[in-house]
């Protein structure tokens, strides 16, 4: 059973609600054709973001590039009822500048409000078309660029999180095979490696943080993140429970903040989370985040992730401030943060929320499944189970987990192609 918790960073309440059921589209204000356009529609997060405006009455449009998502497959914003419109804009992960220029070029024929970003990808793509974007009267919600140059650097991250105290695995740059000898002597196997961005400035695919547990292994992850023209950070591995605290910070002020555990990602090392729940604000974590997103300089929406090590104690993993895969969740909760991002961006009063729902569990079916795969060629390595012992816990959270990523009876639309996708999927895998 779900049940509320208050939530300590909120300083006061209002009594605005968040709209509860889809209102009459009212329309763009006079010059605008569009409210809000939604980049990387076949994510979760931006379908959240669509489903989130929509119901609030904004005619939204919903914007996907293919740089992470099969162009063959239906993309979920596409197909769901609140999506006014879709454009598909040059890729940014192998035209950059054509994603920026299609989107500045669609509202300038198309006045819209605001633009949402929803990955690391498309943020940095768009950033540089932020001024021509106010000129034409639409604004990019996202923090300033300063702010994400930060937020977005795990190394700059960590320099800030430092200066607070705050501490994260231990960490060693890594700038060639040459140095790997000596981090490895100094941190141990497993280690784990990460790129100091998502994007590289070479290649085409996201690069992702990965587990090592031999030198051969080590040297192959560094010489793929090097060769894409990105940095590399090795960390300590850290074994215990995932958390990460989603704050909105507006005027400098907590309007709302909410906590989530994941259960299960995929990649197992720190990925998507394909099942999480929402859990009672950790006193140690609310201090963190709130410390280390003002000293950022971050205001709108941030979610500040932790893994704790075996004794407990967390530990700092990284920053994103943008739209997050974790907004469904935070909405069956009872905070609408899209919403929130929405009135922040317009200059309207934000709502505060001083409470949410815990015990909400969500479960994201096609990633799980995918975990499952995975895991049953990772017996052995860090965060992985034997294979009886997987097949048991992925059976029985049919019947733990009521509520399921894309699933919403009143728009099955986005839910029809997420079981085609994950069709796909399957027959791909035993192809």
């Not at 906590?259 to 720190?270: Q, V």
């Not at 709130?290 to 979610?303: D, F, K, P, S, Y």
Request: glycine share 8%; aromatic share 6%; with cysteine.
């Amino acid at each position: 059973m779900d049940d509320a918790v208050a939530s300590p960073a909120v300083q006061s309440a209002t009594s605005g609600q968040v709209p509860a059921r889809h209102q009459a589209r009212s329309g763009a204000p006079a010059g605008y054709e569009y409210d809000a356009l939604v980049l990387d529609g076949g994510s979760r997060q931006a379908l959240a973001a669509v489903r989130s405006l929509g119901k609030a009455g904004k005619r939204v449009v919903a914007a996907e590039c293919f740089a992470e998502c099969d162009p063959s497959l239906p993309v979920l914003s596409f197909r769901s009822r609140y999506c006014a419109r879709t454009l598909v804009i040059p890729s940014f992960a192998t035209d950059p500048g054509g994603f920026g220029a299609g989107i500045a070029d669609f509202v300038g024929q198309h006045p819209t409000r605001a633009v949402f970003p929803g990955s690391d990808g498309s943020v940095s793509a768009v950033l540089p078309r932020r001024q021509q974007l106010a000129a034409l009267g639409c604004r990019l919600v996202l923090p300033s660029d300063g702010v994400l140059d930060i937020a977005n650097n795990k190394e700059r991250t960590l320099d800030v999180a430092a200066r607070l105290g705050i501490r994260p695995p231990a960490s060693i740059p890594v700038g060639s095979l040459d140095e790997l000898p000596a981090v490895v002597a100094k941190l141990g196997f497993p280690l784990v490696l990460k790129p100091t961005s998502s994007w590289p400035e070479h290649g085409r695919e996201r690069l992702q943080a990965v587990e090592v547990i031999n030198e051969t292994e080590a040297a192959a992850a560094v010489s793929l993140i090097l060769e894409a023209g990105n940095g590399v950070l090795a960390q300590e591995f850290a074994g215990g429970r995932r958390e990460a605290v989603i704050l909105f910070i507006a005027d400098g002020e907590i309007a709302a903040s909410l906590c989530y555990a994941s259960l299960r990602t995929s990649p197992a090392l720190g990925g998507a989370s394909v099942l999480r729940e929402v859990v009672p604000m950790p006193a140690d974590l609310l201090d963190m985040s709130v410390r280390l997103a003002t000293a950022m300089g971050i205001q709108g929406l941030c979610e500040v992730e932790f893994r704790r090590d075996l004794a407990g104690r967390p530990l700092l993993m990284e920053v994103n401030a943008r739209l997050l895969g974790g907004i469904e969740t935070a909405r069956k909760a009872g905070i609408d943060f899209p919403l929130l991002m929405w009135q922040w961006a317009m200059g309207d009063p934000v709502t505060r929320i001083d409470s949410y729902r815990v015990g909400v569990r969500m479960r994201w079916l096609r990633g799980d499944m995918r975990w499952l795969l995975k895991n049953f060629h990772r017996t052995g390595r860090p965060d992985s189970m034997s294979r009886s012992r997987a097949a048991w816990t992925f059976a029985a959270e049919f019947w733990r987990t009521p509520h399921y990523d894309c699933l919403e009876f009143r728009d099955l639309g986005p839910m029809l192609a997420e079981w085609r996708t994950t069709l796909a999927s399957i027959r791909k895998s035993v192809s």
